[in-house]
């Protein structure tokens, strides 16, 4: 059994998954583990798309990669997407939204996203894409939407999902008894 959860920031790039992880890995503890970096670490690519300019990641390579580490438990897990994850191995998956579409834009062109990618990015924010998935794939009481647009926001989020983590280790505990 984990002694500290694995939680899922998820959400369209340009959310802030990155920024949450960090400072929930100052604040809490737990490991930040990106999955783009162990995608590209540990050849976890399968082929690379044109269009969209981007390498399109092998789930099971990955899954492989990252499995003994999350067994262990105590990861923030900071990445675009948490269906391939298994729900085992999940405690909380967070989904990062950013409902002002011109603030999105303005993240993903600062990032020189080219048009195919930065429609189909800003289409997902849109659409709920990445919040349907959580909900389809994990149980509902673990799935929590919250808004990444102000500064303040990765405060106020980080400070909940902080006490989430709290109440975890302290029912874990209890359980333990």
């Known amino acids: 059994m984990r002694t500290t959860p694995n939680i899922v920031i998820t959400g369209t790039p340009g959310v802030g998954k990155t920024v949450h992880c960090a400072q ?3 604040e809490t503890g ?3 583990l990106s999955i783009n970096e162990i995608a590209k670490d540990r050849g976890c690519y399968d082929t690379y798309d044109q269009e969209l300019q981007t390498w399109v990641v092998d789930e099971d390579k990955l899954l492989d990669a990252v499995e003994e ?5 105590g990861y923030l897990i900071d990445w675009h997407a948490c269906d391939l994850f298994p729900k085992s191995w999940v405690d909380l998956v967070v989904v990062l939204r950013c409902p002002s579409t011109s603030i999105l834009y303005d993240r993903l062109t600062s990032r ?3 048009q195919a ?3 189909e990015n800003l289409d997902a924010e849109i659409f709920g894409v990445l919040l349907e998935e959580a909900r389809e794939s994990f149980d509902e009481e673990i799935v929590v939407e919250l808004n990444s647009e102000k500064d303040d926001d990765v405060e106020s989020n980080c400070a ?3 006490g989430w983590i ?3 280790k302290s029912s874990q505990a209890l359980n333990t008894d």
């Open 24 to 26: 929930l890995a100052e």
């Open 30 to 32: 737990l490991r930040h």
């Open 69 to 73: 580490e999350l067994l262990r438990g």
């Open 112 to 114: 020189g996203y080219k």
């Open 117 to 119: 990618k930065l429609q």
């Open 160 to 162: 909940r999902i902080s």
């Open 166 to 168: 709290e109440s975890w």
